[in-house]
């Protein structure tokens, strides 16, 4: 990590905030003060294990020990004891799913990460009758192998003897959220097998009525209770940490995206974030009940604090957008860093007349169709690679500009702004040309680490560090914003555009029989 971070002293000596980050690719540990500002940062990258094509795992008992070592890491390099920290957060990468052994605290097998496609035929078959939306109604997600439910199903089918040991009560299932708990609060001797409202609502086992395990889809889907692990609210202390981390309170929990949408306070109906990075994830508050969607979103748990009501969100992810500027790089040679894009892009006025879908792996949301490819629309002689770079920004900016209207369409609310976080938002143009075809303001707050800076403020609330949201909401500070200067014709037209350029990628790959 660059070392742009302050010790302590030159943030009064505390008392501080520390983060665990448990990501895809990596885990780290922020700690923050009583501003939100970060004092310091360690972040350690784990092996990506690939057994078969689709397939993708990782190794937890790697992820503890280099979790272990981040947050020591982190509270050195802020010269900060223990003493000094009020409690601990904790965000995570959503879905990835673990089983282990109570006694040992061994894992019975490699975590299926959430990108593993492991369960595609396990989830047609589940959805043979009804289709994708069996659970849709309690659980607010459809049938896909992206969610924890049909892994664990997965490895109690293909782990020898194991299905045996969990109707037993030998066994744990947890996202990354619950084995970083158990482990930080004793592990086998006394852990905490503990998850919380968001993470459990990406389980596909969760009824968003209820707030609860299901019986019957847990039964459906074949997965003994005696797994599960208990839910609570995202911000309460869950237990105090043994080890060098000894009496310091584990207080709060919440998905990455989540954590992001509490980070940058979007604790309104209304409020939207949007994080760019490979692929892009848009949540939208919208209050405190669960929105059905009709128009290819997924209805999640956006936080709960405490014992107040949980809020709830609206989420549509889109697959290509930071990747296909690393497309443009790596593959076609057309820019030599992603930064030269924006250069590039810059150097014409518009798009020449081209329009690009970025459909590589089919097309997420709101359509959600598997037989689509990418597809570059509007080609003449005319084009040059500076209007295929402009092309490449404007596919960001409209599919982000579908989403957000499925959003409306689903719960008849307002777009107020949209909060913008993640890699991508160091490029201007394409931050303008979002505020562009949204017609609507685009900010980018001063603390780029939402993420991390959302699993604090959660774990800070549940130890009474801020008083409540609307402390928090007086610590976001605005870096940049961005604010629509495209007639409202030419932005019509260009949609019009793009919505034809997508449907000429559907249909390209046929179904085998």
């Known amino acids: ?41 360690d972040q350690k ?17 790697e992820i503890w020990t280099n979790v272990q070592q981040v947050v020591k890491g982190a509270m050195e390099k802020a010269g900060v004891t223990k003493k ?15 089983l282990w052994e109570k006694a040992t605290g ?32 309690e659980t607010g997600l459809p049938l896909a192998s992206y969610f924890a439910g049909p892994k664990i199903r997965w490895l109690l089918d293909n782990v020898p003897g194991l299905r045996g040991r969990a109707e037993n009560g030998e066994i744990l299932f947890g996202t990354m959220d619950s084995w970083v708990i158990w482990n930080l609060t004793g592990g086998p001797n006394g852990g905490v097998h503990v998850t919380d409202v968001t993470n459990a609502s990406r389980t596909m086992l969760m009824n968003l009525h209820t707030m609860s395990w299901d019986e019957k889809i847990c039964n459906s889907l074949g997965v003994p209770m005696a797994l599960l692990p208990e839910i609570r609210s995202s911000a309460e202390v869950y237990g105090e940490a043994t080890g060098d981390l000894a009496g310091l309170p584990v207080a ?45 979103l997924l209805t999640t748990v956006g936080y709960q604090i405490g014992d107040q009501q949980p809020v709830f969100a609206l989420e549509g992810s889109i697959a290509v957008t930071g990747s296909l500027v690393q497309w443009m790089r790596d593959q076609m040679g057309l820019i030599n860093s992603a930064a030269e894009i924006e250069t590039l ?135 940049a914003e961005w604010t629509p200067r495209m007639n409202a014709e030419t932005r019509e037209r260009e949609y019009r555009n793009w919505l034809k350029a997508v449907q000429r990628t559907m249909g390209w790959i046929e179904e085998e029989s």
Not at 84 to 98: C, F, K, M, P, S
Not at 257 to 282: D, H, I
């Open 106 to 137: 061994k894992p019975v097998h490699n975590a299926i990460v959430w990108q593993d496609t492991r369960t595609d035929a396990l989830c047609r078959e589940l959805g043979r009758n009804v289709g994708q939306d069996r659970f849709r109604r």
């Open 45 to 61: 990258e784990h092996e990506q294990i690939l057994p078969r094509p689709g397939w993708v795992e990782h190794d937890a008992a």
């Open 345 to 479: 892009a810059s150097s014409v006025e518009d798009n020449g007349g081209a329009y690009f879908v970025p459909a590589f792996s089919g097309l997420f949301a709101p359509y959600w169709r598997s037989d689509a490819r990418g597809v570059i629309a509007g080609l003449t002689r005319y084009v040059t690679k500076a209007h295929l770079a402009r092309a490449v920004l404007e596919a960001t900016a409209w599919q982000t500009r579908e989403i957000v209207d499925a959003m409306q369409k689903d719960s008849d609310v307002e777009l107020t702004a949209l909060k913008v976080d993640g890699g991508m938002t160091a490029n201007n143009l394409l931050m303008q040309t979002i505020s562009d075809v949204m017609d609507a303001p685009v900010v980018r707050p001063m603390v780029a680490e939402t993420t991390c800076l959302g699993a604090a403020y959660a774990a800070g609330l549940a130890v009474g560090f801020w008083s409540d949201t609307d402390e928090l909401r007086a610590n976001w500070k605005r870096a």
């Open 84 to 98: 000094d920290v009020l409690a601990l957060g904790i965000t995570n990468q959503r879905e990835t799913t673990l």
């Open 1 to 41: 990590m660059s070392e742009n971070h302050t010790t302590a002293s030159a943030h009064g000596g505390g008392p501080f905030i520390a983060a665990i980050d448990q990501g895809t690719t990596s885990s780290r540990c922020i700690v923050f003060d009583k501003d939100g500002r970060i004092v310091s940062v």
């Open 252 to 296: 709060s929990a919440l998905g990455d995206q989540q954590a992001a949408l509490f980070g940058q306070t979007c604790y309104s109906t209304g409020e939207a974030k949007s994080t760019y990075g490979t692929g892009t994830f848009l949540l939208m508050n919208t209050g405190n009940e669960p929105v059905n969607s009709y128009n290819g």
